[in-house]
């Protein structure tokens, strides 16, 4: 299977506590995403990288967010001093960004992984 | 701010009706994608649309790019109860933009 994978699928968590999540895009996909979704909402963006380089960050992600994609394959999401409001489904995608004018053009999704925080 | 609104927000429909949902933004985007998504899983790719009045068809599921690539339109023929779920738009610049999403329910 080539699709995106994103382990755990499923996290419950204390409040406090630290939670990290990661995702594995399509391997010769040179974007990827990660988006917050709340029951019956479209996916919230959070930030994306090109390769390794973080290229933009929603001014919604607290500093207890933080992102890595180190090598520029798989990227982790950290998730620090977990709050309720915290508790969603959280999806990364990964794209192929074309050369001409670095316009990403499809975006495949994983399956997410739901985080609970009692 | 949403840049792309989508309506209706949720749709309750007997099987075998026609239904259409709209996705609709002032901004103008390079492509425009439709998902699906169920319960508990990720966003499915449906289609994705790049020229301005374009009609692609997936089946029973027609889609329509508008001529000035800021809105967009999904068709469904004769609905059947596995259409159900969550169909969301995403307007595509540099990052992708989703809608608000449209709940289907589709009733035997």
């Known amino acids: 299977d080539t699709g995106v994978s994103q382990d755990p699928r499923h996290k419950i968590t204390k409040r406090g506590q630290n939670v990290t999540f990661r995702c594995d895009p399509i391997s010769e996909h040179n974007r990827l995403y990660w988006y917050r979704q709340t029951l019956g909402q479209g996916p919230e963006f959070l930030t994306y990288f090109q390769n390794e380089a973080q290229l933009e960050k929603s001014r919604l992600l607290s500093d207890r967010f933080s992102a890595e994609r180190p090598k520029g394959s798989f990227s982790t999401l950290e998730i620090q001093r977990t709050e309720q409001g915290d508790s969603a489904m959280y999806l990364c995608a990964s794209s192929l960004a074309r050369s001409s004018g670095g316009r990403a053009h499809e975006q495949f999704f994983g399956p997410g992984t739901r985080l609970t925080v009692l | 701010t949403q840049l792309l609104e989508q309506s209706p927000q949720f749709l309750s429909i007997q099987e075998g009706e026609n239904l259409t949902v709209y996705c609709n933004s002032s901004s103008v985007f390079s492509s425009l994608q439709w998902y699906r998504q169920e319960p508990g899983e990720g966003p499915v790719l449906l289609v994705t649309?790049?020229?301005?009045?374009e009609v692609k068809k997936l089946k029973r599921l027609t889609f329509q790019f508008g001529d000035a690539r800021k809105d967009s339109s999904l068709h469904i023929t004769a609905a059947q109860t596995g259409d159900t779920g969550l169909y969301l738009c995403a307007g595509a610049w540099n990052q992708f933009y989703f809608g608000t999403g449209t709940s289907l329910t589709v009733i035997p």
């Open positions: 649309v790049v020229t301005g009045g």
